[in-house]
């Protein structure tokens, strides 16, 4: 996605070789008019996909996903990190390991929001070691929902999460991969030229 990559290099910043920060359109302040885009990329890329809901992890998937989820007239669930006075019984949870934050978080959804009956687009903002879509996977393999597949804004294309989710047949639809970024420039995969 052209916009997409365009921002990122206008306004993205490379941290380190593994660590990209893009605070000022996606993870802390948030661009309506591009998450407005990537909502519509996303429905356009599930159409045909019979999602009846769409799943991402608090916080940062909640721009993408629930402007993805207006395109397509959907209701939006997100998995919290945080335990809740409110959310306390019949809980689907499973354990995410953040390797950029360093540490693990249970999440957790009320199992009145998803079940087997429904369809699920997961989206999230960054996909590097999968660790929050086998998270999120395990939760709707305990609801008994369908995967419809997988969104993702921003692919760390060097690690192996995407490689890991796409070998089970799963969907991946990733608006920007990135293949490296060593000495601080990012460098995007080519389209068709998934590893």
């Known amino acids: 996605m052209k916009s997409l990559e365009s921002k990122i290099l206008n306004e993205g910043k490379v941290l380190s070789e593994t660590v990209l920060k893009v605070d000022s359109f996606l993870n802390h302040q948030i661009d309506p008019k591009l ?16 999602v009846t809901k769409i799943l991402t992890l608090e916080s ?23 335990k809740s006075l409110t959310l306390i019984n019949d809980l689907y949870s499973a354990e995410v390991h953040s390797f950029t934050k360093k540490e693990t978080n249970e999440i957790s959804i009320s199992s009145e929001y998803i079940n087997q009956n429904d369809v699920v687009l997961v989206i999230d903002d960054f996909l590097a070691n999968g660790q929050a879509v086998l998270g999120l996977m395990d939760i709707l393999n305990q ?31 990733s608006l920007a991969i990135i293949d490296s970024l060593a000495e601080g420039n990012v460098t995007f995969r080519k389209e068709g030229a998934l590893k």
Not at 36 to 45: D, M, T, V
Not at 152 to 172: A, S
């Open 35 to 50: 998450m407005r885009q990537i909502g519509e990329e996303f429905a356009a890329r599930f159409a045909d996909a019979g």
């Open 60 to 82: 940062s998937g909640i721009a993408p996903s629930v402007m993805a989820g207006l395109t397509m007239n959907v209701p939006v669930v997100f998995a919290r990190k945080r």
């Open 143 to 173: 609801a008994g929902a369908s995967l419809a597949g997988v969104g993702i804004v921003i692919e760390k294309g060097f690690q192996d999460g995407g490689k890991m989710i796409r070998e089970k047949g799963i969907q991946v639809e």
